[in-house]
């Protein structure tokens, strides 16, 4: 008996959910094959995270691990008390409820109003914040029924003396203010998370090239020329590199234009199966990765946004 390519990949796909999902201690059914958004990823060619993502209204959240940084969300109130069946958390430890899974809370900027947030095994953080913004179809509406209705006397009191979140206020000049929740990562993406992970360098990096956000492109250390890593992506006081193809004089490098270095991007990701990405911070690495060139989100991320006119593309023109 044969199989065709697309039997076969069906096939190692649906084995490759089959093991992830016992290992999670999940029972195997036809139903849960169906509706698994683990099994479509896998279908689709993209590996399975290192760790379970969170889950969103019962179902597994990748975006908020690898996509996009902000999100708007449900959330409860802070509490301890339900530490115990949260992932990653320990006993005693403070946790919300963010769409319907526990997440860890690491620091409360201000209690009801902004956390720094974290989920699982993830060495990601995400800020929860309270955003408020005047409703003006309900404020008009709420001033046309005192209009017409003067005599009449209206309490939100015992609504909004609740202990759960409130969904909306109203202020002294009756102005009707509804809250939302949003939940923005503060640190490195996570696609990272698909690759395997490797040991660092087995040399020293430094800085060769620094901008405003941080340093551009590393090089070994004490040396004019060796490998080079150019930046992708930053968030806060963390950065991300990837390693180029070949040996560079550093002082060369520099010199490049911003198109030379999107060149250089573009030829590796074309010309490599697999690439290398670093994470630095605090002037050492933190974590090194090897992906498949086509997992590498390089169209995604923000390159033109950062600083990589280290010599400008007319520098030199007449």
Not at 221 to 233: C, F, Q, V
Not at 276 to 303: H, K
Request: proline share 5%.
């Amino acid at each position: 008996m044969s199989f065709s390519d697309r039997e076969k990949h069906l096939i190692r796909a649906a084995f490759a959910w089959g093991q992830i999902t016992q290992q999670e201690g999940y029972t195997l059914s036809d139903l849960e094959i169906e509706k698994s958004v683990l099994f479509r990823r896998l279908l689709g060619g993209r590996p399975p995270l290192a760790f379970p993502p969170p889950l969103r209204h019962g179902f597994p959240w990748y975006d908020v691990i690898e996509g996009r940084s902000e999100h708007l969300v449900s959330a409860s109130q802070a509490s301890p008390e339900c530490s115990i069946i949260a992932p990653g958390c320990k006993l005693g430890d403070t946790c919300i409820l963010i769409d319907g899974a526990f997440w860890r809370v690491v620091e409360t900027i201000r209690e009801h109003e902004e956390y720094i947030v974290e989920w699982g095994q993830y060495p990601m953080q995400w800020r929860l914040r309270k955003h408020w913004e005047v409703n003006y179809e309900m404020t008009q509406q709420l001033h046309s029924f005192r209009k017409d209705n003067p005599n009449t006397e209206m309490s939100f009191d015992n609504y909004l003396s609740q202990k759960e979140y409130r969904e909306f206020r109203i202020d002294d000049d009756q102005t009707v203010w509804l809250c939302e929740w949003q939940l923005n990562r503060i640190s490195l993406s996570g696609w990272v998370w698909v690759g395997a992970e490797l040991p660092t360098p087995d040399y020293r990096l430094a800085s060769v090239f620094d901008d405003d956000q941080g340093p551009v492109i590393l090089g070994e250390e004490s040396k004019p020329n060796g490998e080079a890593w150019l930046r992708i992506e930053d968030a806060t006081s963390e950065y991300r590199f990837v390693k180029l193809q070949g040996m560079f004089e550093y002082q060369t490098l520099i010199a490049s234009s911003a198109s030379d270095l999107r060149a250089l991007l573009q030829y590796l990701q074309e010309e490599s199966a697999d690439i290398e990405v670093l994470d630095w911070s605090e002037n050492t690495t933190s974590r090194r990765f090897a992906l498949p060139a086509q997992l590498i989100p390089l169209e995604d991320l923000s390159l033109n946004e950062m600083s990589f006119d280290l010599v400008p593309d007319n520098a030199f023109s007449i």
